[in-house]
């Protein structure tokens, strides 16, 4: 089992910045790739980045692709998610993420095991 809690959130300006963290507990070798995703009411869950420490490979969305930045503790405790240059359009409920296997798109939601409770995040203009 693994749980995730989320930490991080709150409000910004637009072309301001804030840090996610994700904190791992549990059997932390059983989630080789993390993904934070980011939902809107009413709206699906996209993914926004995603890392897997096995292959050191980091995924982006196009939407956010030289803004956020995703990483992960040498101890795969915690991961992170650097957000920049943020947007209004950035606003949302953001979940942390992990799955058991390298499977499947990291933009898929349906292909992760386990997730945190969120943590929202609004940019106003």
């Known amino acids: 089992q693994v749980q995730l809690v989320e930490s991080g959130g709150g409000s910004a300006q637009a072309g301001g910045s804030l840090r996610l963290s994700c904190v791992v507990s549990g059997n932390t070798d059983n989630s080789p790739c993390m993904a934070w995703f980011r939902q809107l009411p009413g709206k699906k869950r996209e993914g926004v980045a995603a890392i897997c420490t096995g292959r050191g490979t980091t995924y982006y969305a196009d939407s956010v692709k030289g803004r956020f930045t995703a990483s992960r503790d040498g101890a795969k405790t915690t991961m992170f998610l650097q957000m920049n240059n943020l947007k209004p359009e950035d606003t949302a409920m953001y979940y942390c993420?992990?799955?058991?296997?390298?499977?499947?798109?990291?933009?898929?939601?349906?292909?992760?095991?386990?997730w945190g409770q969120g943590t929202q995040v609004t940019v106003f203009s």
């Open positions: 993420a992990a799955r058991s296997s390298y499977g499947g798109p990291w933009y898929n939601k349906t292909t992760y095991n386990y």
